[in-house]
């Protein structure tokens, strides 16, 4: 069974600071993971997903099979990153298949 | 419409009476799925389709919980006699064609936020 594993319920980080949201999976085959994001009063919208390896809003994940992990990062935080943020996995990457979730980390970036 | 479309925003009813909840998807994308969000939970796939049909229904919680798609577009789910512990913001999201660029993307509604008293 897939699963997705986000440690930290509430993540707080000063403005400037580096921020790193963790996020372990188990899943036998190969995966594609994604990071989506809810700011407040927002719909949940993709943020990255590993196979694009892009830069968005200053933040990064690499896919490290190795330790079936994908954890988000980003050099310098900044106070509109506070937010909901999930980490999740697709078990194909055919397309068409329910995503699998982690509980989310809120993010909140103190000024 | 540019999104996927959710009604209504917010439900609130009475414990033992059910609820519809409707979902619009994207113009043109196959797979609709629906998904629950309770706090501390995360979320919570509950069913998806594929067109009209549904290949995978295992996330449904109970037998009270049941969802159609007719027309390959617009998707309800029917919680019957609610309980207090169906209270929750419910998801809803679409995904085009496989071999779309885009396939594995899901594309969310701003979701349903039921309260059952």
């Known amino acids: 069974a897939q699963r997705v594993t986000q440690p930290e319920k509430l993540l707080s980080v000063f403005k400037g600071a580096p921020v790193e949201l963790k996020c372990n999976y188990s899943y036998s085959g190969s995966p594609e993971l994604f990071w989506y994001v809810q700011y407040s009063r927002q719909r949940l919208q993709l943020l990255l997903r590993h196979i694009s390896r892009e830069s968005i809003k200053g933040f990064t994940a690499d896919l490290n099979k190795g330790e079936t992990s994908f954890h988000l990062k980003k050099p310098f935080a900044q106070e509109e990153d506070s937010a909901m943020y999930y980490c999740a996995l697709s078990a194909t990457n055919s397309g068409n298949t329910p995503l699998v979730f982690g509980k989310g980390t809120r993010l909140s970036v103190i000024a | 419409g540019a999104g996927v479309s959710q009604s209504p925003s917010n439900k609130v009813t009475e414990k033992g009476k059910d609820v519809e909840l409707r979902c619009d998807p994207i113009s043109g994308h196959t797979a609709l799925y629906w998904y629950r969000q309770s706090l501390g939970q995360g979320l919570e796939f509950l069913i998806y389709?594929?067109?009209?049909?549904?290949?995978?229904k295992s996330g449904l919680p109970s037998d009270r919980f049941s969802a159609e798609r007719t027309g390959g577009s617009v998707s309800t789910l029917t919680i019957q006699r609610t309980q207090q512990e169906d209270s929750a913001v419910y998801l809803c999201?679409?995904?085009?064609?496989?071999?779309?660029?885009?396939?594995?993307?899901?594309?969310f509604g701003a979701g349903t936020r039921l309260s059952v008293l």
């Open positions: 999201a679409s995904n085009p064609l496989p071999g779309h660029s885009a396939k594995n993307i899901q594309y």
């Open positions: 389709f594929q067109g009209n049909s549904a290949p995978d």
